[in-house]
């Protein structure tokens, strides 16, 4: 998916469709979780539509419950649903974030092999 380090560094419009799908993943994937906790607490929880959106993005996001939740079942999916929502959180950034490391450290040693071949160069 990335060139390579002997390759040249990826032109700036093809960094931005590089970027744009990874945002586009990103997205998908924030949808699918925050499905999840939708749906869970939708029917386990046995809270409103509208009530289930919320709590599920704040748990997704870190914020924590927004709703009192009364039964067992509601209470262990709130708290799986966290946890996997905490895992969800940085896996996402890592993947939304991984061209820009890689464009950084790709520059880096661009600059690491240019100094390496002047130096044998004698220049």
Do not use: C
Not at 25 to 34: D, E, F, G, P, Y
Request: hydrophobic share 55%; glycine share 8%.
């Amino acid at each position: 998916m990335f060139e390579k380090k002997t390759e040249r560094i990826l032109p700036v419009h093809l960094f931005a469709r590089r970027m744009a799908y990874s945002a586009l993943l990103w997205l998908t994937l924030m949808a699918v979780a925050l499905g999840v906790g939708v749906a869970g607490y939708y029917w386990i929880a046995d809270l409103t539509l509208v009530d289930a959106i919320m709590n599920a993005s704040m748990i997704l996001t870190g914020m924590g419950p927004a709703s009192k939740l009364s039964s067992t079942a509601a209470k262990l999916f709130a708290s799986a649903y966290a946890i996997f929502s905490g895992l969800v959180f940085i896996s996402l950034m890592g993947i939304f974030l991984a061209p820009v490391a890689h464009r950084i450290l790709h520059r880096f040693h661009m600059d690491d092999s240019n100094s390496e071949r002047k130096g044998m160069r004698g220049e």
